[in-house]
Protein backbone atom coordinates (compact mmCIF):
# COMPACT_ATOMS: atom_id res chain seq x y z
CA UNK A 1 0.00 0.00 0.00
CA UNK A 2 1.80 3.58 -1.26
CA UNK A 3 1.95 5.48 1.95
CA UNK A 4 0.18 8.56 -0.43
CA UNK A 5 -3.04 9.99 1.17
CA UNK A 6 -2.87 13.29 3.23
CA UNK A 7 -4.57 14.36 6.13
CA UNK A 8 -7.33 17.46 5.89
CA UNK A 9 -8.84 18.58 8.63
CA UNK A 10 -12.18 20.10 6.94
CA UNK A 11 -14.93 20.77 10.41
CA UNK A 12 -13.79 20.45 14.10
CA UNK A 13 -14.77 17.23 15.43
CA UNK A 14 -15.60 18.96 19.19
CA UNK A 15 -18.95 21.18 16.97
CA UNK A 16 -21.07 20.44 13.88
CA UNK A 17 -21.61 22.86 11.03
CA UNK A 18 -25.38 24.52 9.82
CA UNK A 19 -27.15 21.46 9.14
CA UNK A 20 -26.18 19.63 11.99
CA UNK A 21 -23.17 17.91 9.70
CA UNK A 22 -20.94 15.89 12.46
CA UNK A 23 -17.40 17.15 12.28
CA UNK A 24 -15.12 14.91 10.67
CA UNK A 25 -11.49 14.59 9.18
CA UNK A 26 -10.99 13.87 5.24
CA UNK A 27 -8.46 11.27 4.45
CA UNK A 28 -7.40 11.81 0.31
CA UNK A 29 -6.02 8.17 -0.65
CA UNK A 30 -4.50 7.68 -4.39
CA UNK A 31 -6.43 4.01 -3.63
CA UNK A 32 -9.74 5.18 -3.07
CA UNK A 33 -12.06 4.63 -6.07
CA UNK A 34 -15.30 5.95 -4.12
CA UNK A 35 -16.18 7.79 -1.38
CA UNK A 36 -16.33 5.89 2.17
CA UNK A 37 -16.84 7.21 6.30
CA UNK A 38 -15.05 5.72 8.85
CA UNK A 39 -16.46 5.91 12.54
CA UNK A 40 -13.95 5.20 14.95
CA UNK A 41 -14.81 4.26 19.04
CA UNK A 42 -14.09 7.49 20.56
CA UNK A 43 -16.92 8.96 17.89
CA UNK A 44 -13.70 10.14 15.47
CA UNK A 45 -15.43 10.30 12.10
CA UNK A 46 -13.10 9.95 9.21
CA UNK A 47 -14.05 10.26 5.39
CA UNK A 48 -11.99 8.73 2.73
CA UNK A 49 -11.69 10.23 -0.36
CA UNK A 50 -10.39 9.77 -4.37
CA UNK A 51 -7.96 12.33 -5.21
CA UNK A 52 -9.84 15.66 -6.45
CA UNK A 53 -12.84 15.32 -4.86
CA UNK A 54 -14.02 18.77 -4.42
CA UNK A 55 -14.98 19.81 -0.31
CA UNK A 56 -18.43 20.33 -2.00
CA UNK A 57 -19.50 16.71 -2.79
CA UNK A 58 -17.79 15.51 0.33
CA UNK A 59 -20.05 17.58 2.47
CA UNK A 60 -22.41 16.84 0.92
CA UNK A 61 -21.63 13.11 1.16
CA UNK A 62 -21.63 13.81 4.79
CA UNK A 63 -24.94 15.50 5.01
CA UNK A 64 -26.39 12.30 3.08
CA UNK A 65 -25.06 9.54 5.63
CA UNK A 66 -25.41 11.69 8.61
CA UNK A 67 -27.94 9.44 10.51
CA UNK A 68 -26.03 6.75 10.10
CA UNK A 69 -22.61 8.36 11.37
CA UNK A 70 -24.79 9.51 14.44
CA UNK A 71 -26.08 5.68 15.35
CA UNK A 72 -22.49 4.58 14.56
CA UNK A 73 -21.45 6.66 16.97
CA UNK A 74 -24.56 6.47 19.79
CA UNK A 75 -23.88 2.75 19.10
CA UNK A 76 -19.66 2.95 20.43
CA UNK A 77 -20.95 5.32 23.30
CA UNK A 78 -22.87 2.82 24.87
CA UNK A 79 -19.58 0.56 25.36
CA UNK A 80 -17.17 3.31 25.61
CA UNK A 81 -17.95 5.03 29.07
CA UNK A 82 -15.65 7.25 30.86
CA UNK A 83 -15.08 4.56 33.78
CA UNK A 84 -13.81 1.91 30.55
CA UNK A 85 -10.46 4.32 30.21
CA UNK A 86 -8.66 2.79 33.08
CA UNK A 87 -5.13 1.88 33.22
CA UNK A 88 -5.32 -2.49 32.57
CA UNK A 89 -4.68 -4.95 35.36
CA UNK A 90 -4.61 -7.62 32.49
CA UNK A 91 -3.96 -7.54 28.69
CA UNK A 92 -5.24 -10.41 26.63
CA UNK A 93 -3.36 -10.86 23.16
CA UNK A 94 -5.67 -13.03 21.42
CA UNK A 95 -3.15 -12.75 18.09
CA UNK A 96 -0.61 -14.59 20.19
CA UNK A 97 -2.99 -16.67 22.79
CA UNK A 98 -1.07 -15.04 25.72
CA UNK A 99 -2.37 -13.18 28.94
CA UNK A 100 -0.51 -10.54 30.75
CA UNK A 101 -1.17 -9.96 34.31
CA UNK A 102 0.24 -6.00 34.81
CA UNK A 103 1.58 -4.68 38.27
CA UNK A 104 2.90 -1.21 38.96
CA UNK A 105 5.33 -0.46 41.40
CA UNK A 106 5.25 3.38 42.27
CA UNK A 107 8.52 5.09 43.55
CA UNK A 108 9.06 8.37 43.93
CA UNK A 109 12.77 8.60 42.80
CA UNK A 110 12.42 9.25 39.56
CA UNK A 111 9.82 10.79 36.37
CA UNK A 112 9.97 7.94 34.08
CA UNK A 113 8.31 4.83 33.91
CA UNK A 114 9.92 1.67 32.96
CA UNK A 115 9.31 -2.03 32.58
CA UNK A 116 9.90 -5.19 32.77
CA UNK A 117 8.30 -8.78 31.47
CA UNK A 118 8.47 -12.11 32.51
CA UNK A 119 6.05 -15.72 33.50
CA UNK A 120 3.47 -13.43 31.68
CA UNK A 121 3.99 -10.63 34.17
CA UNK A 122 4.38 -6.86 33.22
CA UNK A 123 5.64 -5.04 35.66
CA UNK A 124 5.51 -0.91 35.44
CA UNK A 125 8.02 0.70 38.52
CA UNK A 126 8.52 4.36 38.82
CA UNK A 127 6.23 7.44 38.16
CA UNK A 128 3.42 4.82 38.02
CA UNK A 129 1.10 7.73 39.20
CA UNK A 130 1.32 9.39 35.51
CA UNK A 131 -1.20 7.54 33.51
CA UNK A 132 0.29 8.77 30.28
CA UNK A 133 3.57 7.42 31.05
CA UNK A 134 2.33 4.79 31.78
CA UNK A 135 0.41 4.01 28.64
CA UNK A 136 3.53 5.48 26.26
CA UNK A 137 5.36 2.33 28.32
CA UNK A 138 2.84 -0.23 27.90
CA UNK A 139 2.78 0.75 24.15
CA UNK A 140 6.51 0.56 23.94
CA UNK A 141 5.97 -2.84 25.46
CA UNK A 142 3.06 -3.69 23.00
CA UNK A 143 5.39 -2.48 19.93
CA UNK A 144 8.41 -5.18 20.87
CA UNK A 145 6.00 -7.79 22.10
CA UNK A 146 4.58 -7.12 18.32
CA UNK A 147 8.06 -7.37 16.51
CA UNK A 148 8.56 -10.63 18.20
CA UNK A 149 5.84 -12.31 17.04
CA UNK A 150 4.76 -10.61 14.04
CA UNK A 151 8.26 -11.01 12.52
CA UNK A 152 8.64 -14.73 12.07
CA UNK A 153 4.83 -15.23 11.15
CA UNK A 154 5.36 -12.56 7.78
CA UNK A 155 8.32 -14.32 6.63
CA UNK A 156 6.23 -17.30 7.10
CA UNK A 157 3.42 -16.30 4.89
CA UNK A 158 5.89 -14.32 2.56
CA UNK A 159 7.69 -17.69 1.81
CA UNK A 160 4.24 -19.53 1.57
CA UNK A 161 2.60 -17.34 -0.68
CA UNK A 162 5.87 -16.33 -2.86
CA UNK A 163 4.90 -13.16 -2.44
CA UNK A 164 8.21 -11.02 -1.24
CA UNK A 165 8.20 -7.82 1.30
CA UNK A 166 11.21 -5.33 2.07
CA UNK A 167 11.07 -4.46 5.87
CA UNK A 168 8.71 -4.70 8.61
CA UNK A 169 8.07 -1.82 10.95
CA UNK A 170 5.67 -1.95 13.98
CA UNK A 171 3.33 1.17 14.07
CA UNK A 172 0.20 2.38 16.25
CA UNK A 173 -1.81 3.27 13.09
CA UNK A 174 -5.02 5.54 13.93
CA UNK A 175 -6.71 4.85 10.34
CA UNK A 176 -5.74 1.17 9.43
CA UNK A 177 -4.35 -2.39 10.49
CA UNK A 178 -1.26 -2.19 7.90
CA UNK A 179 -0.08 -0.67 4.84
CA UNK A 180 2.71 -1.20 2.19
CA UNK A 181 4.84 1.65 0.80
CA UNK A 182 6.14 1.54 -2.70
CA UNK A 183 9.62 -0.10 -1.52
CA UNK A 184 8.15 -2.64 0.12
CA UNK A 185 8.07 -2.20 3.51
CA UNK A 186 4.90 -3.44 5.51
CA UNK A 187 3.73 -1.51 8.51
CA UNK A 188 1.68 -3.57 10.91
CA UNK A 189 -0.82 -2.07 13.92
CA UNK A 190 0.54 -3.03 16.79
CA UNK A 191 -3.05 -3.28 17.58
CA UNK A 192 -3.53 -6.19 15.60
CA UNK A 193 -2.29 -8.14 19.14
CA UNK A 194 -5.45 -7.93 20.54
CA UNK A 195 -7.25 -9.27 17.13
CA UNK A 196 -7.61 -13.22 16.72
CA UNK A 197 -5.20 -15.01 14.97
CA UNK A 198 -6.68 -15.08 11.64
CA UNK A 199 -7.19 -11.68 11.10
CA UNK A 200 -3.92 -10.97 11.65
CA UNK A 201 -2.77 -13.62 9.21
CA UNK A 202 -5.00 -12.32 6.75
CA UNK A 203 -4.17 -8.85 6.77
CA UNK A 204 -0.39 -9.75 6.38
CA UNK A 205 -1.73 -11.77 2.98
CA UNK A 206 -3.73 -8.86 1.86
CA UNK A 207 -0.43 -6.32 2.48
CA UNK A 208 1.86 -9.06 1.04
CA UNK A 209 -0.28 -8.89 -1.78
CA UNK A 210 0.06 -5.33 -2.70
CA UNK A 211 3.67 -6.35 -3.66
CA UNK A 212 2.02 -7.66 -6.99
CA UNK A 213 -0.75 -5.05 -7.47
CA UNK A 214 -0.55 -1.83 -5.58
CA UNK A 215 -4.60 -1.25 -5.54
CA UNK A 216 -7.40 -3.26 -5.52
CA UNK A 217 -8.11 -4.30 -8.59
CA UNK A 218 -9.91 -7.15 -9.21
CA UNK A 219 -6.53 -8.85 -9.86
CA UNK A 220 -5.37 -7.65 -6.60
CA UNK A 221 -8.32 -9.79 -5.01
CA UNK A 222 -8.27 -12.60 -7.60
CA UNK A 223 -4.84 -12.92 -5.84
CA UNK A 224 -5.69 -12.79 -2.29
CA UNK A 225 -8.24 -15.28 -2.96
CA UNK A 226 -5.63 -17.97 -3.84
CA UNK A 227 -4.22 -17.63 -0.82
CA UNK A 228 -7.17 -16.60 1.36
CA UNK A 229 -10.32 -17.56 -0.08
CA UNK A 230 -12.18 -16.71 2.65
CA UNK A 231 -10.67 -13.16 2.31
CA UNK A 232 -14.59 -11.27 1.93
CA UNK A 233 -15.92 -12.27 5.49
CA UNK A 234 -12.28 -11.64 6.76
CA UNK A 235 -12.39 -8.85 5.58
CA UNK A 236 -15.54 -7.72 7.06
CA UNK A 237 -14.52 -9.29 10.58
CA UNK A 238 -11.18 -6.82 10.67
CA UNK A 239 -13.68 -4.00 9.72
CA UNK A 240 -15.12 -4.42 13.28
CA UNK A 241 -12.26 -5.22 15.02
CA UNK A 242 -11.77 -1.82 16.46
CA UNK A 243 -14.13 -2.63 19.42
CA UNK A 244 -11.61 -5.23 20.21
CA UNK A 245 -8.65 -2.69 20.97
CA UNK A 246 -8.60 -1.61 24.46
CA UNK A 247 -9.72 1.80 25.66
CA UNK A 248 -6.70 2.93 27.03
CA UNK A 249 -4.33 2.23 24.22
CA UNK A 250 -5.90 6.04 23.14
CA UNK A 251 -5.72 5.63 19.58
CA UNK A 252 -9.24 6.65 18.17
Known amino acids: MQNTAEQLLLFNPERNEPGDIPGFSVRVSARAKRLSIKVF ?24 NKAWINRARESFAESYTPESFVLPQRIDLATIDKRYIVNYQPSADTKTVRYRCAHNIVTLSGNTGDRDACVKTLKRWLSETARTAFAPRLDALAQRTDLAYGKMHIRLQRTCWGSRSSSGTISLNLSLLFLAPELT ?19 FWKLVFKHEPGYEQLDRRLGESWRDVPNWLGVY
Open 201 to 219: QYLMIHELCHGRHMNHSKR
Open 41 to 64: PRGRVEVVTPRRTSARVVKAFVEE
